[in-house]
Every structure is written in C-alpha cells, then in structure tokens.
C-alpha cells in the first residue's frame, strides 16, 4: 500500500483524530516513509531480550501459565508508570469484585517522552508484587511501542491482552492519550477509550473494567474510589508532578502514598538535585569571551566538587570530532547535534558539561537542548559581546581574514548569526569580567539546586 498524503491525511483522522500536533500524525507526516509492508508474516528468528528474561511471556506461554495457575478469571493492568499503593488498591478491588486474578502487565517498549525508564519500573513492579494477598497478581512484560492513540489504540490493547489469555481489561481514564494540545485541549475525551472498547466488548471478547480514581481516607487508613467518598470526608493525594518534586528534593513520601520498598527502588534511580549532572551551554561570536568564561567555570565547579566536569570548546571538538565537517548550514548543525549528542550523555552520567560552540542557529541550538534536556538540566548562555568589540580585540587577526575574503563562511562577516530569543542568561564581556560572568552562572546553578549539597 502506497502511503500517499491522502492516504496519511486519512489515517491520521480516522486513527489518531487528525490534531497536527497529535505527536503520531507528526510522526506520520515527517518520519514515517513512503510505503507500508503488509501481508503474512513468517518468523525466521526469535527477538532475544536481555533483561528480565523470565517475566517475557509469549500470548501461548502467558496462557500455559494460567492454565497451570488454575486461573480462569484474569483482569489485566496495563501501566507505563510506577505502580503505588492506590493502584494496588485499584487492582485487587478489580479482581475480588470478579473474584478473578491479577496480570500486571506493564509496556516496556517505547512510551510518552519522559515517562520513567522500564527497568526503573520493573524494579517498583517487582517490590510490589509480594503486596498481593495470597499470590493474587502475576507480572509479564509487555514489548510494545505505544502510539499514544487513544480510543482506537485501547481497542488494540484490549485484543493483545485477550490473546495473552485474560478476560478483564483496566481502561483507564484518557488510556493513551498523549496530554493535551498547545491550546490546553486534551487530544481525546476522558471516557472515550472507555467507551471505544466497551462498544466493540462482544466482538473482542474480553470486559472492560472502568480505572476507578482512588483517594486515602487518614482517618480510616483506608483507600476508596473517590465517588464514593462522601462530601465532608478528609482526603489526601500526591500528584505526579508533586512525587517527582519530592524524588528531585529529597522531600518525604509518606507510606500512606506509597510502600517503602517502592520508594527505595524510586530515589535509586532519582538522584539528589546536587548529584544530577547538568550542562551548559554557551554561545556567541569568535572572540566573544565565551572560551574564556567555560575555561573558568570549568576550574569553579571543579574546586566545589562533588560531579565531574568535562568541557566541550568549539575549536576542540571542531579538531577531535568534526574534522570533516565544513561550515555550510548543514555542517554547522550536524556539528551541534554531536556536541549536543556528547554532552547528553555525559549529563546522563551525573557530569556536569560546558559546551562553548559559536552555534549560530537558533534550530540547531533548540535541537541540542531538546537532545540534553531528556537527561538533565540545560542552560543557555548567550555570550551577547557587540561583534564590534569581538573584531577589535581579535588578537589572532581571523576577523581580518575572513573581511579579506580570505576565510569564508565566517560568522558575523560572510554569515549570519541567530539572536537566541530565549536565553537562560545573557552576559556581555565587553561590560562584564569573566569573574563576575562565571558568579552570574554558578548563581544561576545554585538557584535550581545543582550545587547544594545541604
């Protein structure tokens, strides 16, 4: 099948609801190529994983076990989040209403961008698992790559999940939805996916078990669904957002959110604020004194300790990683994104990087930041020194060069450079020290808690 524009405006409507920001139609009409492969599939070899090998069931393997459990009734939960005491709560409420059992059946394939790494989660499944009373729950892995596709993607899980052998699906409120638009408009209505699978429950023949939102009554030290709370009763919950402002902080997590074990396994992988790695990232014209302010901000954050410190300048990485790179646009991006490519990986080590390239593309700038910024904080410096000061102070004459035509492609002579309108600081060498540049950037770090160790 040839996937024309018209055949892609088509699913993007009928599959994901046709919203261009939906992140599968961006997919859809900038990633995906020009053909589809369909067919009968014949297997030739067996994907190998490598981790948790024994909770990666095949649909026959997971309804062997089953049979050999003696379990007839099996509601499945799928989660690509930590699981906590109210989802607990939710499950076993879920199965004893049933009288059936427990599959916790988690994705651990691709997710919605900044979702907790899979082998984070099969830790906190794991610790949880003995929360169950009397072997109620078993956990299978799931290899799927979600599309974030709502109603006609629940649909989809529910059929995976009856050939895996169970009989109830947990369709939870907006399941699969990918959040909300630009405008603040969620992607889909809150039951729709609910209601997708329910009205199509015959043919696929498993049920649908409506996501009870949970809440913790402290007087009672009980957990109900919340309509059936009466008005007057004290409630309390924790939200995504404020959990992982406590996992960042170091702030406690009481046990009535969440079982100690699960916590354990949770601040292992949530670093401290002072102990996750960061970079940051400066940019301006040749000679603007941003080599110069890297070179001592790498010297300050050495002498606080604590992390290491790698620093990244332009000429360097210029010499060492992109020898063969020229200064068209093109090169100059793909230069950026290895830089940006390196310090990601050194912030995801807990480093903390100075990267100080002229990068004179607000794109390539944007790009690095969303590549670094999956594993750390980035800040960007705009080293805003006037491009007259730059030139007059240029003791190694390139600016007379490049006004010679004697070096082309020459930022701020022959090429252009792109004001960052969003920089996280804006200094200036002409009217600054690089002392008090550099006091300005540790300020800036010491206010979003990435050196205080206190």
Known sequence: MVGDTKNRQKEAKEVFGGDEEHPAVKYLFNVAKEFYVGGKVEAVNKLNHYDYVELRYTPAELRTHFDKLGWSRVVAFQTRNPMHRAHRELTVRAARARQANVLIHPV????????????????????????????????????????????????????IRKNHGTTHFIVGRDHAGPGKNSKGVDFYGPYDAQNAVEKYRDELGIEVVPFQQMTYLPDTDEYRPKDEVQAGIKTLDISGTELRRRLRTGGEIPEWFSYPEVVSVLRESHKPRFKQGFTVFLTGYTNSGKDAIARALQVTLNQQGGRSVSLLLGETVRAELSSELGFSREDRHRNIQRIAFVAAE???????VIAAPIAPFEHSRQTARDTISQYGSFYLVHVATPLAYCEATDKRGVYARARRGEIKGFTGVDDPYEVPPKADLVVDFEQQSVRNIVHQIVLLLESEGLLDRF
């Open 108 to 159: 651990v394939g691709l997710t919605k961008p900044g979702d907790i790494d899979h082998f984070t989660r099969v830790r906190v499944y794991t610790a949880l698992l003995p929360r169950y009373p009397n072997g109620m729950a078993v956990l299978g892995l799931l290899p799927l790559a979600m599309r974030m596709g709502g109603p006609r993607e629940a649909i989809w899980h529910a059929i």
């Open 346 to 352: 050194l912030t995801r080590a807990g480093a903390a």
